[in-house]
């Protein structure tokens, strides 16, 4: 059983691709995302705002 759909799949994949040119952008500060990980997390929480299935965020 998948744990992310396709919604979820095609954000982060989008996500990951803007980082690898360096058009990602994080959300306050506006500057360019150089993390693989913050970008994964940028595309979940696109997927989520969109209504994707995408598990709930983990508690640290």
């Known amino acids: ?11 982060v994949g989008q ?3 803007e980082q690898k040119r360096g058009e990602l952008k994080s ?6 995302v150089a993390s693989r990980k913050q970008a994964i997390a940028i595309g979940l ?3 989520r705002k969109a209504g994707g ?3 709930a965020k983990r508690e640290r």
Do not use: I
Not at 1 to 11: D, I
């Open 53 to 55: 299935k995408v598990p």
């Open 45 to 47: 929480s696109k997927a």
């Open 15 to 17: 996500a990951m691709h």
């Open 27 to 32: 959300g306050k500060s506006g500057k360019p």
């Open 1 to 11: 059983m998948t744990r992310y759909g396709k919604k979820a799949q095609e954000k």
